[in-house]
C-alpha cells in the first residue's frame, strides 16, 4: 500500500499541467482544445510535503519514482473500479512515429499523424507495467491519460494508425491528465 497523499495544488498546478500540454502535439494539442478547462489539480506526495514545496515542480528529492509508480497503479484500478472501460495512454511526446524499444506488446502501440502512443487496459494496471512505461517513454516530458473511451483494435490500420477522429475522441473523454513533476520522480495529476 502507498502511502502517498495526495495534495492539491491550485491555479499553479492547472498551470504547470497546460505547459507540459502545450508541448506536444496530438492528444495533447486535442485535450487542451476539447477537455482541459476546469478541473483540479493536486500531486501525491509524501506525508508532510509543504504546499510551498508541493509548488516547486521542477525539483526532486521528495520521493522515488517506484513509489509514484506504486501509487499511479493504485489510483488506475481505483478509476477502473468506478467506470465501466477505458484506456490509460502514454504519449511519448518527443518520439516520432517510429516506437521505441519500450516493452510492451505491439497491439498495444498505435501512431497518428508523428505522435507515438501507449496503451494499458484495465488487466494490465500494475506498479511493474506503469514502471516500465514511465521508464520508457521520453524520460523528459512524461504525459499520460484516462479516458473512458476504450480503444479497440479494430480502430487500427495494419500499421497500427489511428485516425484524427480517435485521439478527438479519446479528448473529448479525457478524466485525468498526468504529467512528470518533480525531476521526473513524481506527477502532478489534472481531474475534470
Known amino acids: 500500500m502507498c502511502h502517498l497523499r495526495e495534495v492539491a495544488l491550485g ?29 483540479v489539480t493536486f500531486a501525491p506526495l509524501p506525508e508532510g510535503t509543504s504546499l510551498k514545496r508541493a509548488k516547486e515542480f521542477n525539483k526532486g528529492g521528495l520521493m522515488s519514482r517506484s513509489n509514484t509508480a506504486e501509487w499511479f497503479a493504485e489510483h488506475i484500478q481505483t478509476i477502473y473500479k468506478n467506470t465501466i472501460g477505458g484506456t490509460l495512454i502514454f504519449q511519448d511526446v518527443w518520439s516520432s512515429s517510429e516506437f521505441r524499444t519500450v516493452k510492451i506488446s505491439n ?24 514502471n516500465r512505461l514511465i521508464g520508457g517513454v521520453s524520460k523528459y516530458l512524461f504525459i499520460a491519460f484516462f479516458s473512458p473511451f476504450r480503444i479497440h483494435k479494430k480502430e487500427f490500420s495494419t500499421d497500427n494508425i489511428v485516425s484524427d477522429d480517435v485521439i478527438n475522441m479519446l479528448a473529448y473523454y479525457i478524466k485525468e491528465v498526468f504529467v512528470g513533476a518533480y525531476d521526473q520522480d513524481g506527477l502532478v495529476v489534472w481531474k475534470k
Do not use: D, Q
Not at 107 to 130: D, G, M, P, Q, V
Open 11 to 39: 491555479p499553479e498546478g492547472i498551470e504547470y499541467v497546460r505547459r507540459r500540454l502545450r508541448k506536444g502535439t496530438g492528444l495533447c494539442s486535442s485535450v487542451l482544445n476539447m477537455s482541459y478547462s476546469g478541473g
Open 107 to 130: 497491439e498495444k502501440k498505435f501512431i497518428n499523424n508523428t505522435n507515438a502512443y501507449y496503451f494499458l487496459e484495465r488487466n494490465e494496471i500494475n506498479e511493474r507495467s506503469i
